[in-house]
């Protein structure tokens, strides 16, 4: 379900400037593969180059200034998070390492049970 009070229809001009933004990337990445022959910070630059233009451009759109805020907000919520203390990780590693060893054995233990059970008793091969 949207949220009727979110915008999320895209104008013309917010398209235009998402166009020229792609095509200063393409343009950077088009640039350094024409300097081939130039020296490597040249290319390196084209490459820079485009994705400011394109970043600056981008900012300019209402897309762009949704996806900073998001970015924002996503930053905001990370200081929020309660990080584990270094002797709950470590507890945490060793319960998730000893389940995985019960579950090897108890594959193991049921993998040769079947084993036994379909090649010696009813097929009689071994």
């Known amino acids: 379900m949207s949220n009727p009070n979110v915008e ?3 104008s013309t001009a917010d398209r235009i ?3 020229l933004a792609i095509a200063a990337f393409v343009a950077g990445l088009v640039g350094f593969y024409a300097l081939a022959g130039s020296p490597t910070i040249a290319r390196i630059g084209a490459i820079v ?3 400011v233009v394109a970043l600056v451009i981008g900012w300019f759109s209402e897309p762009g200034r949704r996806l ?3 970015g ?3 930053a905001q919520e990370t200081r929020k ?3 584990p203390s270094r002797k709950e ?3 945490t590693t060793v319960a998730v390492f000893a389940f995985v060893v019960v579950m090897a054995l108890f594959l193991w233990v049921t993998d040769k049970t079947i084993e036994w059970v379909l090649y010696d008793l009813i097929l009689g091969w071994k």
């Open 72 to 74: 924002q907000d996503s």
């Open 17 to 19: 400037k998402l166009g």
């Open 68 to 70: 900073v805020a998001f």
């Open 81 to 83: 998070v309660v990080w």
């Open 8 to 10: 999320t229809v895209t």
């Open 89 to 91: 990780t470590i507890q």
């Open 49 to 51: 180059a485009g994705v």
